[in-house]
């Protein structure tokens, strides 16, 4: 038997179980709150007036990079701008295409919840339409020998496409060139607001072996040549270049083997010729020697000319030094016109060729091969 009071504390006990079963069962059936920005993987079309841009509101977590692409459908090219979720105060400078229809924009999520971004046109007061795609995104290269990314190499032209996510990015490719074999390599901007980026060849130690930037193609040099005198692997770093680097780039490479240089670059590996000799030199990779050895005789005189078929300033210049290494003569210009060497002594003499310029208007391309002729004009 149990008491009244006993009875009622059992009741008030189960009556106090039944509610915190319906309001758990209650929870339960309550959807959470969603975040209502796009979801990495959404894709679509949208379209903005003359005076207003599209904004969009993005789903994004903390840390994570993510990629927006914008390709231009009926207007001149896109423009985004990203905003703080809160107070829509921009974020960072906005990025814009203009020679190109689509612009590929980067950028790590500080706050996990909502991002925003504005889109409009690149040409200002212009309406249009616009497809878009949002995904999530990782760095597609390292930026050093730890995170470089292998590329094919071989006399077959390879071609890849790499991005620059971040304003300050490195993209580092490895390519495994032969010992004394040249590398060509030339990388080309595709956003229009980009430009080219710049490119350097490094060792992996960190030893550079020059620079190059496509803009040069101008200037007459089409892409960047470097020899592997030691062998073993080099690393292509890519970087935006100069006031452009405050927008993503998407670039694309292309390199090759060369082939094995023609002429060693030092005393020791030089090339034997008999006068008269008339020699096809390439000096086409920065910074490129060739060297020559020949016998001569003292007192006699020898005539040291470019022999090249073309009207350009440029030349093999000649810098001739003796069998001990004694310095005869520096960068003298064997040029068309050429140049007269007397040796002091009869025996061997070298002669490191280097690629030079002229006198004169040259708006084509450098010449990278010459007809290098030495011939006895003695009395």
Same mark, same amino acid.
């Given at each position: 038997?149990?008491?009244?009071?006993?009875?009622?504390?059992?009741?008030?006990?189960?009556?106090?179980? $039944?509610?915190?079963?319906?309001?758990?069962?209650?929870? =339960?059936?309550?959807?959470?709150?969603?975040?209502?920005?796009?979801?990495?993987?959404?894709?679509?079309?949208?379209?903005?007036?003359?005076?207003?841009?599209?904004?969009?509101?993005?789903?994004?977590?903390?840390?994570?990079?993510?990629?927006?692409? =914008?390709?231009?459908?009926?207007?001149?090219?896109?423009?985004?701008?990203?905003?703080?979720?809160?107070?829509?105060? *921009?974020?960072?400078?906005?990025?814009?295409?203009?020679?190109?229809?689509?612009?590929?924009?980067?950028?790590?999520?500080?706050?996990?919840?909502?991002?925003? $971004?504005?889109?409009?046109?690149?040409?200002?007061?212009?309406?249009?339409?616009?497809?878009?795609?949002?995904?999530?995104?990782?760095?597609?290269?390292?930026?050093?020998?730890?995170?470089?990314?292998? %590329?094919?190499?071989?006399?077959?032209?390879?071609?890849?496409?790499?991005?620059?996510?971040?304003?300050?990015?490195?993209?580092?490719?490895?390519?495994?060139?032969?010992?004394?074999?040249?590398?060509?390599?030339? =990388?080309?901007?595709?956003?229009?607001?980009?430009?080219? *980026?710049?490119?350097?060849?490094?060792?992996?130690?960190?030893?550079?072996?020059?620079?190059?930037?496509?803009? %040069?193609?101008?200037?007459?040099? !089409?892409?960047?040549?470097?020899?592997?005198?030691?062998?073993?692997? $080099?690393?292509? $770093?890519?970087?935006?270049?100069?006031?452009?680097?405050?927008?993503?780039?998407?670039?694309?490479?292309?390199?090759?083997?060369?082939?094995?240089?023609?002429?060693?670059?030092?005393?020791?590996?030089?090339?034997?010729?008999?006068?008269?000799?008339?020699?096809?030199?390439?000096?086409?990779? %920065?910074?490129?020697?060739?060297?020559?050895?020949?016998?001569?005789?003292?007192?006699?005189?020898?005539?040291?000319?470019?022999?090249?078929?073309?009207?350009?300033?440029?030349?093999?210049?000649?810098?001739?030094?003796?069998?001990?290494?004694?310095?005869?003569?520096?960068?003298? !210009?064997?040029?068309?016109?050429?140049?007269?060497?007397?040796?002091?002594?009869?025996?061997?003499?070298?002669?490191?060729?280097?690629? !030079?310029?002229?006198?004169?208007?040259?708006?084509?391309?450098?010449?990278?091969?010459?007809?290098?002729?030495?011939?006895?004009?003695?009395?």
């Amino acid at each position: 038997m149990h008491t009244e009071l006993e009875l009622k504390s059992r009741g008030g006990w189960a009556l106090g179980l $039944l509610l915190g079963v319906a309001l758990t069962l209650g929870a =339960c059936g309550k959807d959470e709150p969603e975040d209502k920005g796009m979801k990495p993987g959404a894709q679509g079309e949208a379209a903005v007036t003359a005076t207003e841009p599209t904004r969009l509101e993005l789903s994004v977590k903390a840390g994570q990079l993510y990629r927006f692409v =914008c390709t231009a459908t009926t207007m001149t090219g896109c423009k985004v701008q990203l905003r703080d979720a809160t107070t829509l105060e *921009p974020v960072g400078e906005a990025r814009l295409s203009r020679a190109t229809k689509q612009l590929n924009f980067f950028w790590t999520a500080a706050t996990t919840g909502l991002a925003v $971004l504005d889109v409009q046109s690149a040409l200002e007061g212009e309406a249009g339409a616009f497809q878009y795609e949002f995904t999530e995104a990782a760095d597609d290269a390292g930026d050093s020998a730890d995170g470089a990314v292998p %590329q094919p190499f071989s006399e077959t032209e390879h071609a890849f496409i790499g991005f620059l996510e971040r304003p300050d990015d490195v993209d580092a490719w490895r390519l495994s060139v032969p010992a004394n074999h040249i590398l060509r390599a030339v =990388c080309s901007g595709f956003d229009g607001a980009n430009r080219d *980026p710049d490119m350097e060849l490094i060792r992996p130690d960190g030893t550079s072996l020059g620079t190059y930037n496509a803009v %040069q193609f101008n200037g007459g040099i !089409a892409d960047m040549a470097i020899k592997n005198a030691g062998g073993g692997d $080099l690393l292509l $770093l890519v970087r935006a270049s100069g006031p452009y680097s405050a927008n993503s780039t998407r670039y694309g490479c292309k390199v090759r083997d060369a082939g094995p240089d023609d002429h060693g670059d030092v005393a020791a590996e030089a090339t034997a010729i008999t006068v008269p000799a008339r020699v096809r030199v390439d000096l086409g990779a %920065q910074n490129e020697v060739d060297v020559l050895a020949v016998d001569l005789v003292a007192g006699h005189e020898y005539l040291l000319r470019d022999d090249s078929n073309n009207s350009s300033p440029f030349h093999a210049s000649t810098t001739v030094t003796d069998a001990q290494g004694q310095l005869l003569g520096a960068e003298l !210009a064997s040029d068309r016109t050429g140049v007269s060497f007397v040796p002091p002594t009869t025996g061997r003499y070298f002669l490191a060729l280097k690629r !030079a310029r002229g006198f004169g208007i040259w708006k084509w391309l450098i010449p990278e091969a010459f007809g290098y002729e030495i011939t006895d004009v003695t009395p």
